[in-house]
């Protein structure tokens, strides 16, 4: 079987592995943590770096240091993984949907923009130093507090445009940048147009730490809260006196340990990325009604996972998968599952669900051989023509 995106170990992780059993710092303290920490935020040029045990938990961090509970809304994209979605609902916020824009499958913007025109207006609430003003949804008067745009697939939309869009109605922006390690916009870092961003290191991710997370902020009281949080709010060093409801979300050494091997290896892990994304399309373009995830010219992305659409998508992915290829659907989109089916939906024509119906993902792990590469791409062509 030719996996689809899985962990390449060819670095440090053994030797660093080893120290942590051999001084027995496996748990969640431990000199690695701090240098993964800084490892990540200094690679995206982002101030801090708040380690967690998943991109999950990143994200449900990330919203309570912005101060979103009940009540509030947040906008995200329906094309998502649930995560992005649970974590919201973790915080008993309600998320509003935007649909997908069709060619570079992120948040369609332009709907976005006409949502917050026509469907919100401006309230302030409080007083003096204590006033904030927010949009509010007309439906519902709730505030809408932030915006979450994901980046599918390591790509990253309009960016300069979405942070404007951000300002102009008052939302902070939360990037769920998981998948992005490595993307840029504009030679910026992915997860560092807004007040936080969020990286995941799960097992499919371009590094891996088994299972892990990080937020990374230029906003030091931001920082120092999230850290607070994710080691449950305990406020001394030596009385377990916790000042608030905190959680255990930490990462453990051990994990941060492979987490710095790991960057050690990313900027070539990225170039690996950007070999088999060239490969794949040299072989497969004009193949069939195959049509590649479009990138705008100011991104710079890491190629994580290679996707791309055909109406054949249900046929192929059985095809591939019994040519021991592992091949995968996209995510059914969030206003498709059932727990988030009467969430607001902003869309004209789904297309979230027309990139749903058609995208599939194939193998792009580091690892992959030029053998491998050849194989893949062979059989997907002689799909087509049989
Ligand atoms: C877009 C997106 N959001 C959130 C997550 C959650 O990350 P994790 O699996 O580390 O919790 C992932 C990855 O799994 C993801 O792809």
Request: with cysteine; glycine share 6%.
């Amino acid at each position: 079987m030719i996996p689809l995106s899985i962990p390449h170990l060819a670095g440090n992780e053994w030797k660093y592995l080893k120290e942590c059993l051999d001084t027995g710092w496996i748990s969640s303290v431990g000199s690695y943590v701090e240098k993964f920490e800084k490892s990540v935020a200094q690679f995206a040029d982002a101030k801090y770096g708040v380690a967690c045990m998943n991109g999950t938990a990143a994200l449900h961090i990330a919203q309570i240091v912005l101060d979103i509970h009940r009540d509030d809304h947040i906008i995200v994209p329906n094309l998502t993984f649930v995560a992005t979605l649970n974590a919201i609902k973790y915080t008993n916020a309600s998320p509003i949907l935007i649909d997908a824009n069709p060619t570079n499958w992120q948040m369609d913007l332009d709907l976005l923009e006409e949502f917050l025109t026509n469907a919100t207006y401006e309230a302030t609430n409080g007083f003096g130093e204590d006033a904030v003003t927010y949009r509010h949804l007309l439906t519902t008067h709730r505030p809408i507090k932030a915006i979450m745009p994901v980046h599918v697939l390591g790509n990253i939309g309009n960016m300069e445009r979405l942070s404007g869009i951000a300002n102009r109605f008052h939302l902070k922006i939360i990037e769920d940048s998981t998948e992005a390690l490595g993307s840029y916009y504009k030679n910026k870092h992915s997860g560092t147009f807004g007040q936080l961003g969020t990286f995941s290191f799960n097992g499919n991710k371009i590094i891996s730490t088994g299972g892990g997370g990080i937020i990374v902020t230029d906003d030091q009281e931001l920082a120092i809260r999230a850290k607070h949080l994710t080691t449950t709010a305990k406020a001394s060093s030596l009385e377990y006196f916790h000042d608030e409801v905190g959680y255990n979300y930490r990462l453990v050494n051990v994990l941060a340990a492979i987490g710095v091997a790991q960057m050690e290896q990313l900027p070539d892990f990225i170039e690996k990325k950007k070999y088999i994304d060239a490969f794949y399309k040299r072989e497969l373009s004009g193949i069939g009604d195959i049509r590649f995830q479009e990138v705008n010219k100011e991104v710079n992305p890491n190629c994580w996972l290679f996707t791309f659409r055909t109406q054949r998508m249900r046929e192929l992915l059985t095809h591939l998968n019994k040519a021991q290829i592992q091949s995968r659907p996209f995510w059914v989109p969030m206003n498709r599952l059932p727990m988030y089916s009467k969430e607001l939906y902003i869309s004209n024509q789904d297309q979230s669900n027309l990139v749903y119906e058609s995208a599939i993902s194939i193998p792009s792990s580091v690892g992959l051989t030029e053998e491998q590469l050849h194989e893949v791409s062979s059989s997907i062509k002689s799909f087509y023509t049989k």
